[in-house]
């Protein structure tokens, strides 16, 4: 969380004044919007139909005679590392679309310092509350919180393509006709 909300940080106060995300062109702004909408519906689309992609590195004939080396994700699962969770923190927070929307809002809205703080925060506190919450539960009631983290984890398995479909595809029809309705 601390490196996400280092990088709001840094990029409200590097475009603070700037004219950057002030006037965007709208035109621009609908091609865009155009183009993810468009994007998350193929996602939606290939969710409900199914499909399933998956990269199979080539075989090669000689591999069968060499010993099988562990790839980096085997050896860091394979023993507990402060720094593989400090990395793989830090990829997770690394910025997303909404983050990235929100904190063009903030630098449009022109707020004292002390706002642009405090939103930042709160909405890393948001972002990461299904993270937060559960770590906050093993430590009050780790049995109690250990089987309803099971049971979500387990609907999540179970509903993933319909979830995927739902969000994917309402998210893009939105974009797209947004997008449709401001291009100039």
Known sequence: MGFSIGFGVVIVFALHGSNVLRHPDPG???IIEVAVGALLIVVAVVAVAGRTFQWHPRRRRDDAKRPQRQTLHERALGRD????????GALYSAPGAYYLAGLALLVKLEQ??????????????????FIELPLLGFLVAPARASA??????????????TLIT???GAGGLYLLISGLVHLP
């Not at 004292?112 to 972002?127: E, K, S, Y």
């Not at 309803?148 to 393509?161: E, L, N, V």
Request: cysteine-free; hydrophobic content about 60%; overall charge positive.
């Open 166 to 168: 739902v969000v994917a």
């Open 81 to 88: 590392s402060l720094w593989v969770a400090w990395a793989a």
């Open 112 to 129: 004292p310092t002390a706002t642009d703080l405090l939103a930042i925060v709160g909405f890393n506190l948001v972002m990461f509350a």
């Open 148 to 161: 309803i983290t099971g049971r979500f984890s387990d609907w999540m398995t179970r509903h993933k393509r």
């Open 28 to 30: 621009v702004t609908a």
